[in-house]
């Protein structure tokens, strides 16, 4: 977690000033132009900003190993949590997988969220994650589904080079989409039988109805994968 408190803040005074949290998308991290920029526009408006690395991922990748996956509702939750001890109100803008990842709190840990967490901004949040694996095989979305490869190729050789105890060799070579990649590396270590249990039990889209804090959903009409 990457926190900037404004020079207002005095630790065991009180505090007006809300702060945002900005969490990333799938293969992004608190350094993409996005959280970047929106924490900035947050900044400029008086909050204080919280920018969140997803369990092993940008700088955080050096102090844990594990893989981060849209299912990992208590790690955003556990970041709100002790961010409520700092400041009254709390407000999270969340972006793709990240996105998904919030609503999924939202609703499937309401009992247990902080009273200071105000809202939820969802950007393009993959609601129905087989529906948007399946969306990146179409035709047309090529480029996207190669970049998204070879940053999570990538991500998994650095991985396999800092914990080869943890992370065997290979494991993703010859993977050509996310829905195989996500039934050979990230739902076994994420616990799950294949992609298929994995995106059904981590999809935010049936749990919606049970949110009952302030959330927007954001997406483009014509976004090629949500």
């Known amino acids: 977690v990457r926190l900037l408190l404004r020079?207002?803040?005095?630790?065991?005074?009180?505090?007006?000033?809300?702060?945002?949290?900005?969490?990333?998308?799938?293969?992004?991290?608190?350094?993409?132009?996005?959280?970047?920029?929106?924490?900035?526009?947050?900044?400029?408006?008086?909050?204080?900003?919280v920018r969140m690395n997803m369990r092993g991922s940008g700088d955080g990748e050096a102090l844990c190993p594990l893989l981060y996956n849209a299912g990992l509702d208590t790690d955003l939750l556990a970041a709100l949590s002790a961010l409520s001890s700092l400041v009254p109100r709390i407000g999270v803008v969340a972006f793709s997988l990240g996105a998904n990842l919030a609503?999924?709190?939202l609703g499937r840990r309401r009992e247990h969220l902080p009273p200071a967490l105000g809202g939820v901004a969802a950007v393009c949040p993959p609601l129905d994650l087989s529906a948007c694996a399946d969306a990146l095989e179409a035709r047309g979305n090529g480029s996207y589904q190669h970049y998204?490869?070879?940053?999570?190729?990538?991500?998994?050789?650095?991985?396999?080079?800092?914990?080869?105890?943890?992370?065997?060799?290979?494991?993703?070579?010859?993977?050509?989409?996310?829905?195989?990649?996500?039934?050979?590396?990230?739902?076994?270590?994420?616990?799950?039988?294949?992609?298929?249990?994995?995106?059904?039990?981590?999809?935010?889209?049936?749990?919606?109805?049970?949110?009952d804090r302030p959330a927007l959903v954001l997406a483009?009409?014509?976004?090629?994968?949500?």
């Open 148 to 211: 998204f490869m070879q940053m999570l190729a990538e991500s998994y050789r650095r991985r396999h080079r800092a914990r080869p105890d943890l992370f065997a060799e290979g494991r993703e070579r010859g993977l050509r989409t996310v829905r195989e990649y996500d039934d050979r590396i990230t739902a076994p270590f994420g616990g799950y039988e294949s992609a298929a249990q994995y995106y059904e039990r981590s999809s935010a889209g049936p749990w919606l109805a049970s949110i």
């Open 7 to 49: 020079a207002t803040w005095q630790p065991g005074a009180r505090e007006e000033r809300p702060a945002l949290l900005v969490l990333h998308g799938l293969a992004g991290s608190d350094a993409s132009p996005y959280a970047v920029s929106t924490a900035g526009l947050a900044w400029a408006r008086g909050w204080h900003v």
């Open 220 to 226: 483009a009409a014509d976004d090629p994968m949500i």
């Open 103 to 105: 609503l999924l709190m």
